[in-house]
């Protein structure tokens, strides 16, 4: 997995899941506060990087999305 995370922000996989799943789908495919109440870049990167096993989580996802853009 790390080779495919080479180079990626948390910033860029939020970002990037967020535009291409919203908030409530994220929230759906993993259940952390941070996308569910009152969801936000900021306050999902501020949870993250204090979260070890959520941010394994969220970088799974995005290592398994497959994106159209």
Partial sequence: MSNE???VTLEAIVTRLHAHYGW???????DI???ISDPSI?????FLRK???????????????TFTD
């Fill in 33 to 35: 506060n941070c996308f």
């Fill in 5 to 7: 995370l080479h180079g």
């Fill in 42 to 46: 900021k306050s999902s990167l501020k």
């Fill in 24 to 30: 409530e789908q994220l929230g759906q495919r993993i």
């Fill in 51 to 65: 979260t070890p096993w959520a941010r394994a989580r969220v970088e799974e996802l995005y290592v398994a999305t």
